[in-house]
């Protein structure tokens, strides 16, 4: 999957698809397989990219258990007491027990830097299926696979007992654990919709059009061309060593003000080093060619990257996966 | 050590760690150690735990006694903590487990070996009174074969576990799981896990190689 950060604004609407869609059950509660965070910012779980895991020079990192806290609970609502109690004049909606102190998207908007140069945007986050999953070489029972076809990394529950050692071991910290069925649970890339020739609903429901899916080697496709042929889309954390199968395009803010409101190209409103320290220093060349094809763009000619990455043709964006989910007799699951 | 025959027990009582008929017998204590770091199975496991964090749990007493039907262990240990529900993601719950061979000869520290399998009695302290009855041929080959043949009943006082893990001596599973009879011998080992330290899997404390389990024939 290639996710292009210049488009996202933030609507949390690829979360929902995905909630509706596969963590509805009990134990799920607090689970996001997808999330989307204010850049910078502490993120999903809280301080992830400080828990450790992955590799360092090619061998295990030791990793950190996330608590429930870091994720943030399924906080529950005084929704009746608003909506069914005749208070609705008197009471607010408030989170019902103790006041949380974090939760799935606590500092959204926050961001960096002063006004007027202040600067945020938009993480979208899923399991990145990688190709080096430190999940699965983590796992004591081999009960993680890595599918042979298209390298979607699943758990399977009746091998999983629990023992959360994939959860130390993720960089990225995309596994969830379940308590009500005892077993780590995790993003599926839709699976069951891939095999059907339907992306997944994080990217179809994408009102931004910020996804793209596909087969990273089709060259016919918008992933080979966006991460091998243009370069411009980026894994996440690189040196986790995961070798991350999600890219992203990096983000071009607005220029910065100078203190007499005038605008200064000297340098850009989002420091480089910050995002070096997200998408490595491959980052400054992919925000070289982005720059240079917006250009072009401004200037009356044409850019086939611009094109692509505009998505004018919808469909266009699924590498082939592009059959409507609403024309398919799906079975009901168990 | 030898297990004793106890005629027709009911059993609930059996079951009961605080049965009166373990007063009149002599527990074997046993010394446990931690399982080795290197022969966890994978790399990130042997990186984040190197022997000296295994093995919290250092001496185990172990009890038997049979009624020609069923087969009870009682295990008792010192653990200051009782670690029962899974509160959070951080969170580990203590267990302990019989290892017996299905096949004579099945290695202990390997957990069996491709076709000479070995048997555990689980106990873990979230699941109540269901025990789990665990096959595994070689490292990281444990699977749980059922969930009802074998059952716990575990209290903690004052620090410390009071564990009993049964079943029937001779079970009816096509599975390979141990087979005893009264008069017969064979071998056991113990395994503790200590919840509050991350322990699971095969990070824990183990009684070294088999021990003579011997059952006294039906009098
Ligand atoms: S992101 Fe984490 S959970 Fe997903 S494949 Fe990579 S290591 Fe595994
Ligand atoms: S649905 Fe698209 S635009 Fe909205 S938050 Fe998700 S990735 Fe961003």
Redesign the interface.
């Known amino acids: 999957m290639v996710m292009d950060l210049n488009k996202c604004i933030g609507c949390q609407t690829c979360t929902m698809a995905c909630k509706r869609l596969w963590t509805r059950d009990e134990g799920m509660e607090y689970m996001w397989w997808n999330t989307v965070n204010t850049m910078p910012g502490r993120g999903t779980p809280r301080d992830w990219e400080q828990m450790g895991g992955g590799f360092a020079d090619g061998?295990?990192?030791?990793?950190r258990?996330?608590?429930?806290r870091d994720?943030g609970e399924a906080w529950d609502f005084n929704h009746d007491e608003v909506f069914f109690g005749g208070q609705g004049d008197k009471v607010h909606l408030q989170v019902k027990g103790e006041a949380p102190d974090w939760g799935p998207n606590w500092d959204e908007d926050q961001g960096a830097g002063e006004y007027p140069n202040a600067y945020y945007f938009y993480l979208p986050r899923i399991c990145n299926h990688c190709t080096h999953p430190?999940c699965l070489?983590?796992?004591?029972?081999?009960a993680i696979v890595k599918r042979e076809e298209d390298g979607i990394v699943l758990i399977d529950e009746d091998?999983c007992?629990?023992?959360?050692?994939c959860?130390?071991?993720c960089p990225y910290k995309k596994i969830y654990?379940n308590?009500q069925k005892?077993v780590s649970q995790k993003c599926i890339f839709c699976f069951p919709r891939i095999d059907q020739g339907v992306a997944t609903a994080c990217a179809r429901q994408c009102p931004g059009r910020v996804r793209f899916v596909g087969y990273r080697d089709d060259q016919s496709a918008p992933i080979w061309k966006l991460v091998d042929q243009w370069k411009v889309a980026l894994p996440l954390h690189p040196e986790f060593g995961t070798e991350p199968n999600v890219f992203y395009v990096p983000p071009i803010a607005p220029p910065r003000l100078d203190a007499d409101g005038n605008v200064d190209e000297s340098k850009p409103r989002i420091p480089d080093e910050y995002l070096v320290s997200l998408f490595g220093p491959d980052v400054l060349r992919a925000l070289e060619v982005l720059k240079g094809e917006m250009a072009k763009t401004r200037a009356g000619g044409r850019s086939e990257l611009m094109d692509l990455l505009i998505g004018h043709k919808w469909k266009d964006m699924f590498g082939g996966f592009d059959r409507d989910p609403a024309s398919i007799e799906w079975e009901k699951g168990a | 050590m030898n297990v004793r025959y106890l005629a027709g027990r009911d059993p609930a009582e059996l079951l009961d760690p605080a049965a009166p008929f373990w007063k009149d017998s002599r527990p074997e204590p046993l010394r446990l150690v931690g399982t080795p770091s290197s022969l966890q199975p994978t790399a990130a496991v042997r990186a984040a735990w190197p022997d000296a964090r295994i093995g919290a749990i250092g001496a185990v007493t172990v009890d038997a006694v049979h009624d020609g039907t069923q087969l009870a262990f009682r295990l008792e240990w010192e653990d200051p903590s009782e670690d029962r529900a899974i509160g959070d993601t951080t969170v580990f719950p203590d267990a302990a487990a019989v290892l017996l061979p299905s096949v004579p000869g099945a290695p202990v520290i390997t957990m069996g070996a491709p076709g000479v399998a070995v048997n555990a009695w689980y106990w873990r302290a979230d699941e109540e009174r269901a025990g789990r009855q665990v096959v595994a041929e070689g490292l990281g080959t444990t699977r749980t074969v059922d969930h009802e043949l074998v059952r716990t009943h575990a209290t903690w006082k004052e620090g410390r576990w009071q564990v009993v893990i049964a079943r029937a001596l001779r079970v009816d599973s096509k599975e390979p799981v141990a087979q005893l009879r009264a008069g017969e011998s064979t071998g056991y080992a113990v395994a503790v896990w200590e919840g509050s330290r991350g322990e699971r899997a095969g990070i824990k404390s183990y009684s070294g190689n088999w021990r003579e389990l011997v059952l006294a024939p039906v009098a």
């Open positions: 061998q295990p990192r030791p990793g258990l996330p608590t429930r994720f430190a070489e983590a796992c004591p029972r081999q091998r007992r629990g023992y959360r050692f959860m130390e071991a654990f308590h005892k």
